[in-house]
């Protein structure tokens, strides 16, 4: 329209909870905005003859009401928002000019100048939307304006682009899944967390790159150095915790992988529920399967292995406090993950082969596993503990038992067995 062409677009935000939006079409359009329409809480009508499997499923979930038939003046009747974005232009024309009527704020897929609104470049960092949109027709560039949108998400989600928060921070702790070692593979929220961060408490095996890259005024503290006194290791970092968020700091707990993954973090979780402190908890990735996969081992294969068990192997198969069913892990076909247990290797394949373990079954150590430092170690079940005192392997290293630890780019494909593998 004339009117628009020397005039720029008005940014706001529509809050559309519990009000109605009618969506005209039903393809890729549809299936990329409606989860975003969903989020906002809007009362959504989809009106198509068709729909994508992806659009289908949202209708089938209950999260939109779906009219199956084109569109008819009158279905925008009491709309607030409406995005037109069906294959018949002629529909759209129609629906266009109902919108234009009703007053009803209209995003045209096919003709943005025939549009009363435009979609911009959006993208979230936990409850901040960034949205980009270029407000004048003549400078329309849809993928500038995503590229834009990419470059300031990863510039605040990586900190390049210092944004601090101007208000107090909630007092707390977070439990921060580092994941198996290279920086890069903590998540997205780990990483904001850390930023964010007034006291961060890091276990060993966390990783630590990330603690160069905190602020100067951030107190850091290396939980094996905690002096625990009468306390046991754990009971100080707890009190540690505690004390610092009583204090009305903001406290994140990094370790290394996944807090629950023996990680003893529902320990420090229960403490602090105790004490009324609140804890978030953020998943990490878990080096059972991120090293292996880093090493080109894959804890499952069709037809190989389809299935995987993880044991701690921080206490020998003859000792009384172990809670390990051995002779039940020897019997499994599939993949054996051991964590902690480069020392106590031997004692264990020794007693998965008096179960029955095949002495001749492939086993891989990985060895500071996604690092720089990374090595693997290759063996079978009756030589492992021998090799790994040859080769030196240390602590931290996952060992992988089982046949897929000769499987690898450059084996064979396995043959196929049935259509639901």
């Known amino acids: 329209m004339a009117e628009h062409a020397d005039h720029p677009a008005y940014p706001v935000g529509l809050r559309l909870h519990g009000r109605r939006v009618v969506v005209v079409g039903g393809g890729q359009v549809a299936q990329r905005r409606l989860p975003q329409l969903i989020a906002t809480g809007a009362v959504i009508t989809l009106i198509s003859p068709s729909a994508t499997p992806s659009v289908e499923a949202m209708a089938d979930a209950g999260e939109i009401r779906w009219e199956r038939r084109r569109y008819r003046d009158g279905d925008l009747a009491d709309t607030w928002y409406a995005l037109v974005a069906s294959s018949d232009t002629t529909a759209n024309d129609a629906a266009s000019a109902e919108a234009e009527r009703t007053r009803t704020w209209c995003v045209r897929a096919d003709d943005a100048e025939a549009a009363t609104a435009w979609t911009p470049a959006t993208g979230r960092i936990d409850n901040i939307t960034v949205a980009v949109l270029n407000t004048t027709p003549q400078g329309r560039d849809p993928r500038h304006s995503a590229a834009l949108r990419d470059a ?3 510039g605040l989600r990586d900190g ?14 977070a439990l921060v899944g580092g994941g198996p070692g290279d920086p890069d593979l903590i998540t997205v929220r780990g990483r904001r967390l850390l930023a964010e961060a007034d006291v961060v408490i890091a276990d060993r095996l966390g990783p630590r790159d990330l603690l160069d890259e905190l602020p ?112 039940a892990i020897a019997r499994l076909r599939g993949t054996l993950v051991l964590l902690m247990a480069v020392d106590k290797i031997g004692a264990i394949a020794a007693a998965l082969i008096a179960h029955g373990k095949d002495p001749a079954t492939p086993v891989a150590l990985v060895q500071e596993g996604t690092t720089a430092a990374q090595r693997r170690v290759d063996a079978t079940l009756a030589d492992v503990g021998e090799r790994a005192v040859a080769e030196d392997v240390r602590p931290p290293a996952v060992i992988v038992i089982g046949e897929v630890v000769a499987v690898g780019p450059d084996s064979a494909p396995a043959p196929v067995q049935d259509a639901a593998e």
């Not at 390049?160 to 702790?173: M, W």
């Not at 905690?226 to 915790?241: D, H, S, V």
């Not at 399967?289 to 701690?312: D, K, L, N, W």
């Open 216 to 327: 100067p005024h951030v107190e850091v503290i290396d939980a094996a150095k905690i002096p625990y006194g009468r306390f046991m290791a754990q009971e100080a970092i707890n009190q540690a915790l505690i004390e610092h968020a009583k204090a009305g700091r903001s406290v994140v707990r990094l370790k290394g992988g996944d807090p629950f993954v023996f990680g003893r973090g529902m320990e420090e979780a229960q403490a602090l529920a105790a004490e009324g402190i609140p804890c978030t908890v953020v998943p990490g990735i878990s080096s059972t399967i991120s090293v292996p996969g880093a090493a080109g081992i894959p804890v499952t294969h069709r037809g190989v292995a389809h299935e995987f068990t993880v044991v701690s192997g921080h206490v020998a198969p003859e000792d009384p406090r172990s809670l390990v069913d051995w002779p």
């Open 152 to 154: 300031i998400v990863e």
């Open 160 to 173: 390049t682009i210092a944004a601090p928060h101007h208000r107090n921070h909630t007092p707390g702790v």
